[in-house]
């Protein structure tokens, strides 16, 4: 079994590495599968894995300058802060409905990015003022949101870096760089409930670097932008099915 969740683990870590996404939402409902507790195992490992997965991806977008890390550490660091918050507020607020409100925000993303799929990659990228004031805006918004429903907001960066001009590696590379901070902190908020299976570990970890250097050197190398807008706009509208599943069955 753990062979069988490492391959799993392998091929999505290629795809998420890709777009600059972490997977955690592959990694966790995969382990959980597989028998292991969700909250002392699946969770915290998953969490784990995410930000393996995004900053084993940043070493190939890092040598191809990918990363805008002035423009990106703000968006990072106001997440970071607002997550707490969000998770502290979540008890206070009808989580499921705000599922489905941030599932159409996602499935709006999707389809925004289909219909721009065939474009022109942009010849202008925002000027930094801009990128860092609307980073730190989206940055506390969406990881607040995230952090209240328990996910990362990386497949919500990556289009509103693209609306800023990145061209879409760079939008990619960057979204990295912001979900590596979130993952790790999540864990951390984590490991000490968590449990430590070690051989099932190092298998994961080995896939996730396997698959993490080989989904970055592919987008950074030989995917073409088109083909990555049109795998981000299919990944987006999974996020906002599975999103607005979990809101809807907590009424069957």
Partial sequence: MNILIGIIILAASFLFAMLGLGGG?????????????FVTVALPLGLLLNGLNTSFALIQFGKKKLVDWKGGSFMA???????????????FVDVSSLKIAFAVLVL????????????EEPDKIANLTKRIIIGIFVGLIV??????????????????LMTLGYKTK????????????????GYLGHIAQGKMHWMLTLILVGA??????????????????????K????????????????????FI
Avoid: C
């Fill in 25 to 37: 939402m592959v990694y966790v409902p995969a382990l959980n599968w597989a028998g292991y507790d």
């Fill in 77 to 91: 660091v106001s997440a970071l802060l607002a997550s707490p918050l969000g998770a502290y507020s979540s008890q």
């Fill in 108 to 119: 709006f993303a999707a389809i925004r990015m289909l219909f721009h799929a065939n474009k």
């Fill in 143 to 160: 990881g607040f949101i995230g952090g209240m429903l328990g996910i990362g907001g990386g497949f919500i960066f990556a289009p509103v």
């Fill in 170 to 185: 760079q939008a990619a590379a960057t979204t990295a760089f912001v979900v590596t901070f979130s993952s790790f902190s």
């Fill in 208 to 229: 996730v670097i396997i698959g993490s250097q080989l989904g970055a050197r592919f987008m950074s190398r030989k995917a073409k932008p088109k083909l990555v807008k």
């Fill in 231 to 250: 795998i981000y706009a299919i990944v987006l509208i999974a996020i906002a099915v599975k999103l607005s599943w979990e809101a809807i069955k907590v």
